[in-house]
T-cell receptor, first 111, second 111 residues
Framework: EADIYQTPRYLVIGTGKKITLECSQTMGHDKMYWYQQDPGMELHLIHYSYGVNSTEKGDLSSESTVSRIRTEHFPLTLESARPSHTSQYLC??????????FGPGTRLTVL | GENVEQHPSTLSVQEGDSAVIKCTYSDSASNYFPWYKQELGKRPQLIIDIRSNVGEKKDQRIAVTLNKTAKHFSLHITETQPEDSAVYFCAAHNYGQNFVFGPGTRLSVLP
C-alpha cells in the first residue's frame, strides 16, 4: 500500500548521541518535508526537498541535516542530540501542487 | 512570504452543534487550501480541501468555504460528534512554494 513510513516510532537517547530518523515514501512523490511538532501544537518546517539532490532549510532553525539521494528516502540526522531536541518529528510528501501526506511520526526524547 | 492565521485557538461545542474554524492568508497567489485533522497521538490527516477556482466544497458533515477577495477560508462541521474532537490545521499553498500551516484549533465536542 502506498504510504509514508517512519522509523523508529519512539526513541529515547542520551545527550551527545548521533541519531538518524528514517523516512520513506512509496507514493512516488517528488517533494518531501520534515516538521517538528510538540504534541498538538504548531507544525514547524525544518527541512524540505523538491527532488533528488535538492535540500533546503525550513522556517525553524534546526541543528539537523538531511539528504535526498533517492526519491523515496529522506533521512534526518542529528549529529549531537540535546534535551532541547525532544519533540515529535513528522515526515511528509507531496506531488506538485497537490495534497501533502504525513508519516506517523517519530517521538524523540533526549535525556 | 505567506502567513496563515487561524481562529479560534480552542473551541468547545456541545454534541450535535456546529463548529466553525476560520483562517486568513496573506499571499493572493495561494491557490490550494487543505484542512487537516490530527487526533491525539496520530498524524495529521487530510479531511477536505479546496482550490481557488471554487467557492465552496462539501463532504457529508464537513464543508469548506473560500473568499478569495477577503483572503479567508473556513471549515464548517455540522452535527458534531465526540470523535470530531481533535486539533484542526488549515494550510495555504502556492504552486512552487511550500505549504504554510495555521497554528491549529483544538476542538472539543462535549457529550
Amino acid at each position: 500500500e502506498a504510504d509514508i513510513y517512519q522509523t523508529p516510532r519512539y526513541l529515547v537517547i542520551g545527550t551527545g548521541k548521533k541519531i538518524t530518523l528514517e523516512c520513506s515514501q512509496t507514493m512516488g512523490h517528488d517533494k518531501m518535508y520534515w516538521y517538528q511538532q510538540d504534541p498538538g501544537m504548531e507544525l514547524h518546517l525544518i527541512h524540505y526537498s523538491y527532488g533528488v539532490n535538492s535540500t533546503e532549510k525550513g522556517d525553524l532553525s534546526s541543528e539537523s541535516t538531511v539528504s535526498r539521494i533517492r526519491t523515496e528516502h529522506f533521512p534526518l540526522t542529528l549529529e549531537s542530540a540535546r534535551p532541547s531536541h525532544t519533540s515529535q518529528y513528522l515526515c511528509a510528501s507531496s506531488e506538485g501542487p497537490n495534497t501533502q501526506y504525513f508519516g506517523p511520526g517519530t517521538r524523540l526524547t533526549v535525556l | 512570504g505567506e502567513n496563515v492565521e487561524q481562529h479560534p485557538s480552542t473551541l468547545s461545542v456541545q454534541e450535535g452543534d456546529s463548529a466553525v474554524i476560520k483562517c486568513t492568508y496573506s499571499d493572493s497567489a495561494s491557490n490550494y487550501f487543505p484542512w487537516y485533522k490530527q487526533e491525539l497521538g496520530k498524524r495529521p490527516q487530510l479531511i477536505i480541501d479546496i482550490r481557488s477556482n471554487v467557492g465552496e466544497k462539501k463532504d457529508q458533515r464537513i464543508a469548506v468555504t473560500l473568499n478569495k477577495t477577503a483572503k479567508h477560508f473556513s471549515l464548517h462541521i455540522t452535527e458534531t460528534q465526540p470523535e470530531d474532537s481533535a486539533v484542526y490545521f488549515c494550510a495555504a499553498h502556492n504552486y512552487g512554494q511550500n505549504f504554510v500551516f495555521g497554528p491549529g484549533t483544538r476542538l472539543s465536542v462535549l457529550p
